[in-house]
């Protein structure tokens, strides 16, 4: 189960980087979304421009905080818990900031990403599992 639950933890990380193709605008996940403009938060205080761009760098390292973290994991090494949580908790972060604030289209917005946040979070930090080392 460990492994499984590694290489979801570095596939999880890879979805960040389509996330980042988004924000970065090589390719639009879904046609005419335009997440991260109009962040409640970033492009209120930033510009969508700016918002966009730190955005893309944001999900850039918590894509490398999960790949590293996941094959940490893999590798049934100790340090890869608190790796995986930072990833979970930034990602969250990320998320929760580039938000536009409505409740429409919380999927192309990352509420899906969140809940995998929270639930590797309880998984790895509440419950302790897997067990590693």
């Known amino acids: 189960m460990r492994i499984i639950f590694g290489v979801f933890i ?5 979805v960040h980087l389509l996330y980042f193709g988004q924000s970065a ?5 879904k046609p ?7 962040s409640w938060a970033l492009s209120k205080l930033l510009g969508n421009e700016t918002a966009r761009t730190l955005v893309s760098i944001s999900l850039i390292l918590a894509a490398v905080g999960f790949i590293i973290g996941g094959v940490g994991l893999l590798m049934n090494q100790a340090w890869c818990r608190p790796v995986v949580a930072g990833a979970a908790t930034f990602s969250s972060l990320v998320y929760i900031l580039s938000w536009n604030g409505r409740m429409q289209t919380l999927d192309g917005q990352g509420v899906v990403g969140i809940l995998i946040d929270v639930a590797i979070l309880l998984t790895m930090l509440i419950f302790r599992w897997p067990a590693i080392g």
Do not use: Q
């Open 10 to 14: 570095i596939l999880h990380g890879l």
């Open 25 to 29: 605008r090589y390719f639009e996940l």
């Open 32 to 38: 005419g979304m335009v997440w991260p403009d109009g």
